[in-house]
C-alpha cells in the first residue's frame, strides 16, 4: 500500500474533476482540469480523482495528462466493476507515480434491483472479483460500495470483508443521493469499524452528496467515528445540491482540532485562489454567504461586531482570513508599480508565469491600473487566469469595440474582429448593449450558438472594480464556458463570449 496508511490524519480525496465535473454546465478543458490539478497538488491534496477514463476519450486523455504532468498526490481513476473499465483506468493511469483505481458497484437493494438487475449473491461476487483486477495493475485499490448509506448494514459487511481480502486498501462509503444524517452516517462507520473482518487493514473513506445539506456535517461525523479519508470537491460542486466542501472540511478540523482531535495535512492558505479558480473555470458562482469562500465570509458589517472586532478579532472571528489565503483587500500595487514588485506579488499569490506571460501579465496590469487607481490582490489574481486563457492560439481576436445605449436609444455595438488574420467590422442593434455586441459578434463569425448563462461578478468592491464575466455557450453538441474580465462590463461580456467562441 502507498497511501501512508500507518499515519493518524485526515486524507483529502478531492474529486472536483470527477463527481465535480459531473453537475451541469461545469465541464472543464483539458487545459483547465491541468491547471486545477496542478493547484490541488500544491495545496497538498492526498488523492486527486481525475477523471472517469472510460466515460469519454476526452476524459481519457485528461486523466493520462494529469497522471503526466502532475506530481506529489496520488492519481485516482474511477472506474464501474467490469474490466474494460478498469483497463481503461489502468491504461490512463499509466504514466503516474503514484496511481490508485477508484472502482464501484451498487450495493442498495434498489440500486441492486433496478439499476445493475443484479442478486445481491451475484453483486458479492462482482465487488471483490473487480477488486483482484484492479490489483493486477495497481497495488492501491478504493472500493465503493454505491448507494451505501441505503444498503443493509450486514450485507455492506460482508461486501466489504470480501474486498479487503481482494486487496482492497481503502473502503468509500458513499452517500450517494445525500440520504444519510450525521448520526446515522457516524453510526455506519463505528459499526464496520467494529465488525468487518481486516477493518484494521483498511482507510475508510466518506462521500456524500449535499442533498439535505449534511455533506459537512456527515463527513466530519464520519470522520469522528473513525473514516480517515473525505471525499469532496472546491466549493462544494457536484451533482445535484453538490458534494462535500474541501474548504469546509479542512477548515472544520483545522479550527475544531480540539473537539475531533485530528486533522488533514491542506495547505489552508491556498483555499481561496482554489475556490477563485474553480468558479471562473465552471462558471458556477459560489453564493456570497457560504462558509469559508463566500465573499462575505469574514466581512463583518453590523456596527456591534466591527466594534468587536477591533478590540479583539476572536470576539466575533472563530478563524482568521489569513488562514484561508486572503489578505482582505489589502491595496498591493498602483500605476507606479515596478516589474519587480509586481512578479514579487504575483509569485507570493501562488503563480508560477514564465517569463513571457509575466511581461504580458505585467502590461495588462498597467492599462487597468490606468483605469483603476488601487490594484488588489483579487484584482491581480483575476488578471492572471484571465491572462492565461488568452495566450492559447485564438481564432477570434476583439481588436475595438463601441457602444450606444441610453433610456431613448436603440442600443447598437460597432465591433473589429480579427479573425485569423484579417479584421471585420460590423454593426448591430439588440436589446441591450451586451445583447448588440453579441449579435454583431455572431454576425462576423457567422457562428450562432444558444446563451445558456451570463454571469457577471465584481471582482473587489467599488464602481471602478473589475468585474468578471463568464458565459456558457452550446453550439451542436458542444457546451463551452468563455471568461473575460475588464473594469467595462460590456468589454468583458465581448472577451468572455469571443473566449466561448475561440473554445468551440
Ligand atoms: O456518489 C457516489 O456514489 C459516487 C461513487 C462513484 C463513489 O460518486
Ligand atoms: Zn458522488
Redesign the pocket.
Known amino acids: 500500500m502507498n497511501n501512508n496508511n500507518q499515519e493518524d490524519f485526515v486524507r483529502i480525496f478531492d474529486t472536483t474533476l470527477r463527481?465535480g465535473e459531473q453537475c451541469p454546465g461545469a465541464a472543464m478543458s483539458e487545459d483547465e482540469k491541468l491547471e486545477i490539478a496542478h493547484h490541488l497538488a500544491k495545496m497538498n491534496v492526498d488523492v486527486i480523482e481525475a477523471g472517469f477514463p472510460v466515460s469519454s476519450p476526452v476524459q481519457f486523455k485528461a486523466v493520462e495528462r494529469i497522471a503526466r504532468e502532475v506530481e506529489g498526490p496520488i492519481i485516482a481513476a474511477?472506474a464501474r466493476a467490469l474490466r474494460g473499465d478498469i483497463e481503461t483506468a489502468a491504461k490512463a493511469l499509466t504514466p503516474a507515480k503514484r496511481k490508485r483505481i477508484h472502482t464501484?458497484l451498487a450495493t442498495s437493494p434498489i440500486h441492486m434491483k433496478y439499476k445493475l438487475g443484479k442478486t445481491p449473491s451475484e453483486v458479492l461476487k462482482m465487488a471483490p472479483e473487480a477488486v483482484r483486477i484492479a490489483r493486477e495493475f495497481v497495488e492501491d485499490v478504493e472500493f465503493?460500495p454505491?448507494?451505501g448509506t441505503r444498503s443493509e448494514w450486514e450485507f455492506l459487511r460482508e461486501v466489504c470483508e470480501a474486498v479487503i481480502e481482494a486487496g482492497a486498501s481503502t473502503i468509500?462509503i458513499?452517500d450517494?443521493v445525500g440520504y444519510t444524517t450525521p448520526e446515522k452516517y457516524g453510526e455506519l462507520f463505528a459499526f464496520l469499524k467494529a465488525n468487518v473482518r481486516g477493518a484494521e487493514k483498511v482507510i475508510f473513506s466518506a462521500?456524500c452528496?449535499n442533498d439535505l445539506g449534511l455533506a459537512t456535517a456527515n463527513s466530519l461525523s464520519a470522520v469522528k467515528n473513525g473514516a480517515r479519508q473525505v471525499e469532496c470537491t472546491v466549493n462544494g460542486i457536484g451533482e445535484r445540491a453538490g458534494n462535500t466542501a474541501m474548504e469546509e472540511v479542512v477548515m472544520a478540523l483545522r479550527t475544531r482540532k480540539d473537539f475531533y482531535g485530528i486533522t488533514t495535512k491542506i495547505n489552508t492558505q491556498l483555499i481561496s485562489r482554489a475556490s477563485y479558480l474553480v468558479k471562473t473555470i465552471t462558471g458556477m458562482v459560489v453564493q456570497p454567504n457560504k462558509a469559508i469562500v463566500g465573499a462575505n465570509a469574514f466581512a463583518h458589517e453590523s456596527g456591534i461586531h466591527q466594534d468587536g472586532v477591533i478590540k479583539n478579532r476572536e470576539t466575533y472571528e472563530i478563524m482568521t482570513p489569513e488562514s484561508v489565503g486572503l489578505e482582505s483587500n489589502k491595496i498591493v500595487l498602483g500605476r507606479h508599480s515596478g516589474r519587480a514588485g509586481f512578479r514579487d506579488r504575483v509569485i507570493r499569490l501562488g503563480f508560477t508565469p514564465t517569463q513571457d506571460e509575466l511581461e504580458a501579465a505585467y502590461n495588462r496590469f498597467l492599462e487597468i491600473a490606468d483605469k483603476k487607481k488601487e490594484i488588489f490582490d483579487e484584482d491581480l489574481i483575476a488578471l492572471l487566469t484571465d491572462h492565461s486563457r488568452r495566450t492559447t492560439s485564438a481564432k477570434f481576436h476583439l481588436e475595438y469595440y463601441h457602444v450606444t445605449s441610453g433610456t431613448t436609444t436603440i442600443p447598437s455595438a460597432t465591433i473589429k474582429l480579427k479573425v485569423d488574420d484579417v479584421i471585420i467590422e460590423d454593426t448591430c442593434t439588440g436589446d441591450g448593449p451586451v445583447d448588440a455586441v453579441f449579435k454583431t459578434i455572431q454576425k462576423i463569425t457567422n457562428i450562432n450558438p444558444v446563451l445558456n448563462k451570463l454571469t457577471i461578478s465584481p471582482v473587489t468592491k467599488g464602481t471602478d472594480a473589475l468585474a468578471e464575466v463568464s458565459v456558457s455557450i452550446t453550439f451542436g453538441d458542444r457546451t463551452v464556458v468563455g471568461k473575460g474580465s475588464s473594469t467595462d462590463i460590456v468589454e468583458a461580456s465581448a472577451i468572455s463570449f469571443i473566449d466561448a467562441l475561440n473554445r468551440l
Request: proline share 9%; glycine share 0%.
Open positions: 463527481d474511477l464501484f465503493s454505491e448507494d468509500n458513499p450517494t462521500h452528496h
